[in-house]
């Protein structure tokens, strides 16, 4: 395991289909990619930037993103994330996140994430069940 420290990063890329527009997602109307899709994407290459780094019982969780999505990308053009880790706050830690399509930059965003012990996070959660 890694010290966690600003600088980790990673870059995940992915292929535009049918199921990750606007109009499948219910975010809009047309056949682009969609801002859902794009957060996933995003979410994705900071959880890949930590991956191996986290303390054996820890994850990390999607508490805050803040995004621009600056261009539209058709289907079957490729997407890629770049997710830099930029500050560690005690458990809350800070990407930098930016996403290009093949033709120009088309997204950028800050996402916050923060530690959390998974197996409690995951009885936490679960206890809504029994008491809803």
Do not use: C
């Not at 303390?55 to 803040?66: F, K, N």
């Not at 458990?91 to 800050?110: M, N, P, Q, S």
Request: aromatic fraction near 4%; hydrophobic fraction near 45%.
């Amino acid at each position: 395991m890694e010290t966690l420290a600003a600088g980790l990063s990673a870059e995940i890329e992915t292929r535009v289909t049918e199921t990750d527009t606007a109009a499948k997602w219910g975010s809009g109307l047309v056949p682009v990619y969609s801002t859902p899709a794009l957060v996933g994407l995003m979410e994705a290459a900071a959880v890949q930037a930590l991956n191996g780094r986290l303390p054996e019982g820890q994850t990390s969780v999607g508490v805050h993103i803040d995004l621009q999505h600056q261009a539209a990308t058709p289907v079957g053009m490729r997407v890629r994330a770049r997710a830099e880790l930029i500050a560690v706050e005690g458990r809350k830690l800070t990407f930098k996140i930016e996403a290009w399509d093949e033709a120009e930059k088309v997204g950028e965003a800050v996402h916050e994430r923060v530690l959390v012990d998974e197996s409690r996070f995951i009885a936490r959660t679960r206890s809504k069940i029994q008491s809803g």
